[in-house]
């Protein structure tokens, strides 16, 4: 690494002598050594930006999993295999379909590697749960040092935890919706007209 930048700063130095003497071909040099510099900070900012997009998009998820479920699933029991077993796949294939799993190419960006729907019922609320598991980032650039060495005071385990999301995967995010049981739309019936 030390031998890049010292012959980056020549280069450098020797791209303005010449631009000083009035000779400006000299330039070119440097733009290609620079432009691969470049995209690597491009690509490192993306694979950060892709977990900004996950969150959101699993936000995003998690409430229509939750709407859909607390407007769908029925309060007896007698439908509760329908629920746990029709409806609750059905939901997790469509928020598998809008995360991206369906793709590979947005599979890789967001470092997707599975996703589990969750859902405990209780007397008054339905508690919904959305997990993605996660994949390493694959920035081996980031991953040179130790965590231990990256995350010194004052960062804590947030530096930790993001150190392993990039560096390790497997990490978990998840979201929780609480749904209420009975606000779910239902048929006007007038009374003696059954």
Known sequence: MKTAIKTICGRLRRCALALKAGRPGQAMTEVVLLFPIFLIIVFMTAK?????????????????????????????????????????????????????????????????????????????????????????????????????????APYGAACMNGHDYLCQGGKQLEVIKYVPNRDRPIQFVLPGLK
């Open 48 to 152: 950060i930006f892709a977990l900004l997009v996950l969150v959101q998009k699993l936000e995003i998820a998690s409430y229509y999993a939750a709407r859909r479920w607390q407007l769908e699933s029925h309060l007896s029991a007698d439908h509760v295999g329908w629920d746990d077993g029709t409806l609750k796949k059905d939901i997790e294939k469509n928020v598998r379909g809008y995360i991206g799993f369906d793709t590979p190419a947005v599979s890789k960006f967001l470092n997707l590697r599975d996703l589990k729907l969750d859902v405990v019922r209780t007397q008054v609320w339905n508690v919904v749960t959305l997990t993605v598991i996660t994949n390493p980032a694959g920035v081996a650039m980031l991953c040179k040092y130790p965590k231990q060495a990256v995350c010194t």
